[in-house]
């Protein structure tokens, strides 16, 4: 038993510390997703996991090594750490995808890479997960610098600085892309110059059944709010000492749940202070 408590406790302790990075999907917005985007009346899981698959896909499928290169990326997942993760206290990464509609309304939709780009943007920007329902009045600070101070936990965040971003680009006109508007100073940490915080992926191959498509990836403040209200909630669990008899019996202590809070209080904090 006391191998197996041990075994438990390294498990929860430890996963931030030696994973390389976390790509989070939040269940409500993929749920979301299906019903606004994807027009889908009784949704699935079978739903659900096709538009993780797509976003997915949509990442990790070939992309050229360099531009106007003819030969394929072959470490993505290399390349993906090297470029998002600069930092080992930092490994929280989110996933946008821009478009993504039902067949029936691909039919008949059409469009540029200035608006996917500009949406996409401004999708980070204010930490929407889909285009629809965007914040169109949140702006990054005025003075072309990340806010001074440090954010209290309990003040909304409504614009959301990044560490680092990667976009995706696949399909017609690929090299016209404009991503000037990703390098903007604004939207990152001032611990990190723009030039080594932000970086692209291109292939003219189009993506399903989509002419031009692009995905974000994005190290950044998204996870903040959520996850603080996670382990909000598990507290008042724990106080209530809700389901605690069902762990103590195979060997995990309140101090387990201790360690535990206190280590995603900490990744909270610090994506909070960027």
């Given at each position: 038993?006391?191998?197996?408590?041990?075994?438990?406790?390294?498990?929860?302790?430890?996963?931030?510390?030696?994973?390389?990075?976390?790509?989070?999907?939040?269940?409500?917005?993929?749920?979301?997703?299906?019903?606004?985007?994807?027009?889908?009346?009784?949704?699935?899981?079978?739903?659900?996991?096709?538009?993780?698959?797509?976003?997915?896909?949509?990442?990790?499928?070939?992309?050229?090594?360099?531009?106007?290169?003819?030969?394929?990326?072959?470490?993505?997942?290399?390349?993906l750490m090297e470029h998002l993760v600069p930092h080992p206290e930092f490994k929280m990464l989110g996933?946008?995808?821009?478009?993504?509609?039902?067949?029936?309304?691909?039919?008949?939709?059409?469009?540029?890479?200035?608006?996917?780009?500009?949406?996409?943007?401004?999708?980070?920007?204010?930490?929407?997960?889909?285009?629809?329902?965007?914040?169109?009045?949140?702006?990054?600070?005025?003075?072309?610098?990340?806010?001074?101070?440090?954010?209290?936990?309990?003040?909304?965040?409504?614009?959301?600085?990044?560490?680092a971003n990667l976009v995706i680009l696949r399909g017609k006109d690929v090299h016209?892309?404009?991503?000037?508007?990703?390098?903007?100073?604004?939207?990152?940490?001032?611990?990190?110059?723009?030039?080594?915080?932000?970086?692209?992926?291109?292939?003219?191959?189009?993506?399903?059944?989509?002419?031009?498509?692009?995905?974000?990836?994005?190290?950044?403040?998204?996870?903040?709010?959520?996850?603080?209200?996670?382990?909000?909630?598990?507290?008042?669990?724990?106080?209530?000492?809700?389901?605690?008899?069902?762990?103590?019996?195979?060997?995990?202590?309140?101090?387990?749940?201790?360690?535990?809070?206190?280590?995603?209080?900490?990744?909270?904090?610090?994506?909070?202070?960027?």
């Amino acid at each position: 038993m006391d191998s197996i408590h041990t075994s438990v406790k390294n498990k929860v302790l430890e996963t931030i510390g030696h994973m390389d990075a976390l790509l989070v999907h939040e269940n409500d917005a993929v749920h979301k997703i299906c019903a606004k985007l994807m027009d889908i009346k009784h949704i699935s899981f079978k739903d659900i996991n096709q538009v993780l698959a797509h976003q997915l896909g949509n990442v990790f499928q070939p992309t050229y090594s360099l531009e106007g290169s003819c030969h394929y990326r072959r470490n993505p997942l290399g390349d993906l750490m090297e470029h998002l993760v600069p930092h080992p206290e930092f490994k929280m990464l989110g996933v946008r995808n821009i478009p993504q509609l039902s067949e029936n309304s691909l039919a008949y939709s059409s469009f540029t890479w200035a608006g996917l780009l500009k949406h996409l943007r401004q999708m980070l920007i204010c930490n929407a997960k889909m285009e629809e329902g965007i914040d169109w009045q949140v702006q990054p600070p005025s003075s072309g610098l990340p806010t001074l101070g440090k954010m209290s936990l309990n003040k909304e965040l409504r614009f959301n600085t990044s560490i680092a971003n990667l976009v995706i680009l696949r399909g017609k006109d690929v090299h016209s892309a404009d991503l000037g508007g990703f390098k903007d100073p604004a939207l990152y940490t001032s611990w990190l110059e723009p030039v080594n915080a932000f970086s692209v992926w291109k292939t003219q191959r189009a993506f399903s059944k989509y002419e031009k498509s692009a995905a974000l990836v994005s190290n950044s403040q998204f996870l903040v709010k959520p996850l603080d209200m996670v382990v909000g909630k598990a507290w008042n669990m724990f106080a209530s000492k809700a389901y605690i008899h069902q762990y103590t019996k195979f060997g995990i202590e309140e101090e387990d749940f201790l360690d535990s809070f206190t280590l995603l209080e900490q990744v909270v904090a610090s994506y909070c202070n960027l």
